[in-house]
């Protein structure tokens, strides 16, 4: 009795140990395709190169449905097909312009609209400037300060988060919601502080949410180095208030027709379950939409295409979803959310990537407690020779987070690599192919492949 009590958790824990070995294995494999035969990297370069910018209902946006789709039916998934979804179609207009007016002298600043934003009239708009730090402060001046007044939001980015998505999520409501709070108070537009660290002469575009009942005023952003020289002028107390004018011609034109474009690996064992892996196919209109998401989508396609170059048969059908109008809508993360629940499927996991292509940290889990420390004790020492074993709790991403709400028991994971450099660049002009590293961005691509090989392992049961 004592021997057998002696030997079973030795077979256990030798079981244990093999099973390691063999996943040890496999990663090892994903990994070495991934850095040597990869295609991330191509594939990114012809989608920023020859469609380029791709805001939802724009001509680009088309393009990168028809050639996503094209890639993937290339690659010989099992199935590759589009998921309809009405959109919004915003258009920037003619390129914005803007200028600080104190004491006869004119300063040109470079501004660019918030999406969904309305237009200024037709020759611009003119007014005194007030600073403000917060909605709070701007409730607290009221209309007797504000009315009549451009309304300059000015709270930079706090620099004591190490996650910059932090210091990104406490400065966002002033882009988000500033605009329609202002024109509660009667102001005549609205200029944010661009949201990043950096200081320099990209503006950071992002979308506005206007109060369908309230008035809709003019709203852009402005460059952290034009936003710290207006604030200086206010500041100075001039005998002549500091006036700025802006003039920009954007529209919101109707909804149209796009698509999420979706690919699959069919699973050999249990088809009916699905491991979703995806980023957002649609980027702002002012670059090529490169770390924002042109990696992440790239690298939920390479996820099926390394399964394939490696022959291995997932259990589960694995599912790369590239959503469309993640930037200004979520329109495409909502309607596959809608179908899931229409269709009944059943969703173990969804893994998304929609923090640029740095270099990879680890992964976020939303999932209930004890699964996640399941799951952190078992997988973290595989994912340590490959520096990406930050498994943390909580996580998820703003395409897969509507499957939460219609899909019981889900496992929602984001993606999370380093996250200094991404708020330099998004959103802006700069978010250019030549931006991202080849290697950072395959690597990225073999943990997810990684994470989802040991999912499609497991079935999340331990």
Not at 202 to 227: C, F, L, M
Request: aromatic share 8%; proline share 5%.
């Amino acid at each position: 009795m004592k021997l057998i009590k002696i030997i079973l958790p030795l077979l256990f824990i030798t079981q244990l140990a093999m099973g390691q070995s063999v996943d040890s294995l496999q990663i090892r494999k994903i990994y070495d395709e991934a850095l040597v035969n990869g295609h991330t990297y191509r594939n990114l370069e012809y989608l920023c190169k020859q469609i380029g910018p791709r805001l939802s209902g724009s001509v680009g946006a088309q393009k990168a449905v028809d050639w996503t789709k094209k890639l993937m039916e290339e690659y010989g998934f099992d199935r590759v097909y589009l998921q309809e979804v009405m959109v919004p179609h915003w258009v920037r207009g003619e390129k914005e312009e803007a200028k600080i007016l104190v004491d006869n002298k004119s300063i040109n600043v470079p501004i660019a609209a918030l999406g969904g934003s309305v237009a200024t009239p037709k020759k611009g708009l003119k007014a005194p400037v007030i600073e403000v730090q917060s909605l709070n402060e701007l409730k607290s001046l009221g209309e007797a300060q504000i009315k009549g007044k451009i309304v300059f939001f000015n709270r930079a980015f706090d620099p004591k988060p190490i996650e910059t998505g932090v210091s990104y999520g406490m400065a966002g409501d002033q882009r988000r919601a500033g605009p329609s709070e202002a024109a509660k108070y009667g102001a005549v537009g609205v200029i944010v502080r661009s949201l990043t660290h950096s200081i320099d002469d990209y503006p950071h575009t992002g979308s506005t949410t206007y109060d369908e009942k309230g008035v809709k005023i003019p709203a852009a952003a402005i460059s952290t180095k034009a936003a710290n020289e207006l604030s200086r002028l206010l500041k100075l107390k001039s005998a002549n208030p500091v006036q700025f004018y802006f003039k920009q011609n954007c529209e919101t034109l109707p909804d149209a027709l796009s698509y999420n474009v979706i690919g699959e690996i069919k699973g050999s064992e249990l088809p009916e379950q699905i491991i979703t892996v995806g980023g957002h196919l649609d980027s702002w209109d002012l670059a090529e939409g490169a770390h924002d998401d042109g990696t992440g989508v790239m690298q939920s396609v390479e996820v099926l295409r390394i399964f394939k170059a490696i022959n291995y048969r997932p259990k589960n059908t694995i599912r790369a979803v590239l959503f469309m109008n993640e930037e200004n809508g979520l329109r495409g993360g909502q309607k596959y959310a809608e179908l899931a629940k229409i269709n009944q499927e059943k969703h173990l996991a969804a893994l998304e990537s929609d923090a640029g292509g740095f270099t990879p940290r680890g992964f976020g889990f939303d999932a209930p407690e004890n699964l996640y420390k399941q799951l952190k004790g078992n997988w973290q020492k595989l994912f340590e020779p490959y520096d990406a074993d930050r498994l943390s709790f909580g996580g998820g991403g703003a395409d897969i987070g509507p499957l939460k709400r219609t899909v019981p028991g889900v496992v929602l994971i984001g993606y999370r690599p380093d996250s200094q450099r991404y708020f330099d660049i998004h959103h802006t002009p700069n978010d250019v192919f030549e931006n991202v590293n080849k290697r950072e961005l395959e690597l990225g691509a073999a943990a997810m492949a990684s994470l989802v090989y040991l999912i499609d392992q497991t079935g999340l049961k331990f």
